[in-house]
Each structure stands twice: as structure tokens, then as C-alpha cells.
């Protein structure tokens, strides 16, 4: 049921163990994210893993000695909050923290069944079309916000969302924004050829709309610029994307090279980053291209708005604009000078606002709040 026990020198409970539940544990960015916190926290906090489907394709980002807790669930399996009360039972975790749709009313409800009752934080990191959560979701969540200690998105943006249209309440609702790492993600530009490269990182899925990037960058090619596109990560959609650089005529200059180990390196061999998502929260691969010192150009998203600083960091265009989008990437790629400017705004922005040390300290103080709350319970 689980990998490898964590060892632990200091006596049971002397420091505050977080117990985190996660849908899964593949390469995206909300699972990403755990694994920079419960690494980034492991001084004064224990940590251990509750993944309810598949295994851990993250393991490499993970601490080796982490205990994780593997559920294989079916689809609406309903023993699944009896066992995960039986592991709250097992392992009285002093906080448990729950993140996104996939794992909240499972956990929820596995909560009230274990005996006594664990503080109990539930954290949104965005679903694929988060603004249309079918009612009996937003039902729901109505009441399950009642048996939530504690609630935080990831930007302004999806506070609003959640206050206006999933009924949580709005001084209970904090904001914890994705932090990136300043130490791993630094601009350390590779050799360039003559070739302007164009790139984007994240899972080949519908919602990315990966499609949008290459339709702009054909008709750019068509007007003249000689670029190149590259784009990281896996998907379902790799197929439907190779089959459109054919009916565009830009096959030689699409580039799919799948899941990219060294992400840093990557970013760094662009001379401009595209997010080209029809829905976001937080992007974590726009932090990161921004702490790279790249040019950025982002759709009108979750919070693009607040990470591009209203368009004085990079361009914002409109979700599914092919003529904005084409026009963004085309008056950044004729101008090398403004790709500077945006790019080295954009490093200052990250640095002060959404770097590893501010979201961890931040997620910190929540996990100590709460654990102290059951003590003094």
C-alpha cells in the first residue's frame, strides 16, 4: 500500500505531520508544486503521500524517504473514504491537506469517518474548465466548504470564482500563489542559431490549445519570419498537432520532443515563451520561463494578468485569438530589443513576488495555524 517508510529519529508527534492527498502524482503542475513544498518543508514538518490513482511519475522530484500511500481507486469507487479514514486512523497526520476536485469529496467524507477529527485544508489549483462546474459540483462544494477547516487558491482570480460561484466564504478563502524556484530557474541563455525559436512547456491536452501557438506561428512563417517551434511535454494531443503542422505546411518546423527532464535548459533555448492555455489558475511554466529571463506571451487566463503585471511583463492576448496571438508573437519576434526589455522586467517581477522562499513560507504558517488549531481543539 505504500513505498518505503519515512524514518523518523524525533518521538511521534513532537513535530506537525501533513498527511497530503492528491488525485495523482503525474507530471503536471499542481503535483509539480507538492513536490517543491513537501522537499522545500521537510525542516520543523513530516510529510506523507496519499495518491488515490496511478503511481508516482514524479518520484524523481520527490524526498527518497517520503511515505507514499498508493489507493489504485476505480471511478467513483465508494469504499474509497472508508480506506482513506482507515490511513487517517493509522497514521493521525496533525493536518491533511486535500488539493483539487479529484480529492475532496473522498477526503472529505473519509474525514468525518475517522475519529478524532484532523484539521482539514482543501486547496483549488484549477480544473480544465473551471468557471462551468456542472451544479450538483457547486452543490457540493456548498457543503463541504462546512466540514473544511481551512480554503486557498492560487491566484485572485480563482477566489473570485470560488466566492462567487462555488459559495465559499469570502473571509475564510485565502490566496497562496505557485512560487518558483530562483536557484534552478535562472536565465543561462544557450547558443542560438539564426533561427527564432518559439516554445511552450506543458501536457499535450486540449485545454493547453497548443493549436492556437502553431496556427500563429505558420502564418508568421508564411509572412516571412524564419522561426522554429518547439513544444515539452505529453499528451493526448500530439497526434492532432503533428497532423495540423502537415495541413499548414510547417512540419520541419514543429519540434515535440515529450517530457523534458531538464525543464531549465529547455527554457533557456527559447527566445520566446508562448501560453497558449483556454484555462489556467497559475501557470507554473510561465513563472518559470519569466525566472529564465524569456519573453513571454500569455493568454487572458487565471492570473497571466497579475504574472505579466497588466502587459508590462509580456503580451496578453485573448483565449483562442489566432490574429492577437499571431500579432503578439510577430511584434516580439521582428523586435530583439523589446524581447529584452519585457524579458528582463519579467525576472525582476518573479524575484519579488512569486519566488519558492515567499509560497513556502506561506504554506508554512497555514500548516502550523492549523496544527496548532487541533492542539488547541
Known amino acids: 500500500m505504500h513505498r518505503s517508510p519515512r524514518a523518523i529519529d524525533r518521538k511521534e508527534g513532537k513535530i506537525p505531520h501533513i498527511l497530503h492527498v492528491l488525485p495523482g502524482l503525474g507530471p503536471g503542475g499542481m503535483e509539480l508544486a507538492v513536490a517543491r513544498v513537501v522537499s522545500g518543508l521537510d525542516d520543523g514538518l513530516r510529510h506523507s503521500i496519499a495518491c488515490l490513482k496511478g503511481e508516482a511519475e514524479i518520484a524523481d522530484r520527490l524526498p527518497r524517504d517520503i511515505d507514499i500511500h498508493f ?3 476505480r471511478p467513483n469507487e465508494p469504499q474509497l473514504p472508508f480506506r482513506l479514514a482507515q490511513l487517517v486512523r493509522k497514521l493521525r497526520p496533525d493536518v491533511i491537506h486535500a488539493r483539487n476536485w479529484g480529492a475532496w469529496p473522498d477526503m472529505a467524507l473519509g474525514r468525518l469517518l475517522a475519529w478524532p477529527w484532523v484539521p482539514f485544508i482543501f486547496s483549488f489549483h484549477g480544473l480544465g474548465r473551471a468557471g462551468y462546474m456542472p451544479w450538483r459540483r457547486r452543490a457540493a462544494s456548498k457543503l463541504m466548504v462546512r466540514a473544511t477547516t481551512h480554503l486557498f487558491t492560487v491566484s485572485r482570480q480563482s477566489r473570485d470564482l470560488m466566492v462567487r460561484h462555488w459559495g465559499w466564504p469570502e473571509s475564510r478563502t485565502e490566496v497562496i500563489p505557485n512560487g518558483v524556484d530562483t536557484a534552478r530557474f535562472f536565465p543561462a541563455p544557450a547558443p542560438r542559431g539564426a533561427r527564432l525559436v518559439v516554445g511552450s512547456v506543458g501536457n499535450l491536452r486540449t485545454v493547453k490549445n497548443h493549436a492556437l501557438i502553431l496556427k500563429a506561428c505558420a502564418r508568421l512563417i508564411e509572412e516571412g519570419i524564419d522561426l522554429e517551434l518547439r513544444i515539452a511535454g505529453e499528451g493526448n494531443q500530439r497526434e492532432p498537432l503533428t497532423r495540423l503542422a502537415e495541413e499548414l505546411g510547417v512540419t520541419d518546423r514543429l519540434q515535440l520532443p515529450g ?3 531538464d525543464i531549465p535548459a529547455f527554457l533557456n533555448g527559447l527566445d520566446l515563451f ?8 497559475h501557470p507554473n511554466a510561465l513563472n518559470e520561463a519569466m525566472a529564465c529571463g524569456v519573453a513571454a506571451v500569455g493568454t487572458r487566463v487565471g492570473c497571466v494578468e497579475d504574472l505579466l503585471d497588466g502587459g ?14 499571431t500579432a503578439a508573437i510577430g511584434e516580439l519576434a521582428r523586435d530583439e530589443g523589446l524581447r529584452r526589455e519585457l524579458a528582463q522586467k519579467g525576472l525582476e517581477h518573479v524575484r519579488a513576488h512569486y519566488s519558492l522562499e515567499v509560497m513556502l513560507g506561506r504554506y508554512r504558517d497555514l500548516y502550523l495555524r492549523a496544527a496548532v488549531g487541533r492542539r488547541c481543539g
Do not use: N, T, Y
Open 71 to 73: 489507493f489504485h481507486a
Open 259 to 261: 517530457r523534458v527532464e
Open 312 to 325: 508590462r511583463c509580456g503580451r496578453i492576448v485573448e483565449p483562442g485569438d489566432v490574429d492577437g496571438m
Open 274 to 281: 508562448v501560453l497558449s492555455s483556454d484555462s489556467e489558475q
